[in-house]
């Protein structure tokens, strides 16, 4: 019975995982580092066949990735048996064509990475673009305010004047009201002076002609 299937990078890093047997995901992870570790640490002259626990791993090296079967013992003496009687009908028919699948299908795999990095470099390029629009609206209602700001000062400075001149316009009255206050006295104190002169007695000139010498 196959317990689980792993393809691995040489980093460690499983980009394709299947597993027969249920397991938690803290376990998957340990089992996952354990058979990349053992793996990659292996001898090239030895087998691609090694215990692990109570089963057998069967692994082959692709390039740059590792596929590693987890069976039981008696389907991995089996497996054993097939590649020592028939390696040649094992190579060329069964893995090299699963081999040719698992390539096609890594090729996918990143054509949809490039396609998820061609995404996201455009989805910055418009994020950039419009932080860029943020920014110079930003700019701009900041100037609006500076100008709406600035004309408030002008309104306050030239209220400021008008009430100013309204308190000189109100001063002026007063004064022009105390100046007429002050004439009308004084042509009131002219006119009874005027009054006073004509009632006063003239000199008897004919009188003082008759007056005996």
Aim: aromatic letters at 8%; one cysteine or more; hydrophobic letters at 40%.
């Amino acid at each position: 019975m196959i317990r689980f299937i792993l393809l691995q990078n040489r980093a460690g890093k499983t980009r394709l995982s299947k597993w027969y047997v249920p397991f938690n995901p803290l376990e998957k992870n340990k089992i996952e580092s354990e058979i990349h570790r053992a793996v990659i640490q292996r001898d090239p002259r030895n087998t691609n066949f090694l215990e692990y626990r109570s089963y057998k791993i069967i692994y082959r090296r692709y390039a740059g990735l590792y596929f590693s079967f987890c069976v039981d013992m008696m389907l991995a003496l089996g497996a054993m048996c097939v590649a020592e009687f028939s390696p040649q009908t094992l190579s060329s028919t069964g893995l090299d064509a699963d081999m040719e699948k698992l390539n096609e299908y890594i090729q996918a795999d990143k054509t949809n990475e490039q396609s998820v990095e061609t995404l996201y470099a455009d989805l910055q390029h418009r994020f950039s673009v419009m932080k860029a629009d943020i920014s110079r609206e930003e700019t701009d209602s900041g100037a609006l305010r500076d100008e709406l700001k600035k004309a408030r000062q002008e309104l306050a400075t030239a209220r400021e004047q008008v009430a100013s001149l309204t308190a000189q316009l109100t001063e002026s009255k007063a004064t022009i009201v105390k100046m007429r206050g002050a004439k009308n006295k004084a042509l009131a104190a002219l006119g009874l002076e005027a009054g006073m002169l004509e009632a006063a007695p003239e000199p008897n000139v004919a009188g003082n002609a008759t007056q005996p010498r």
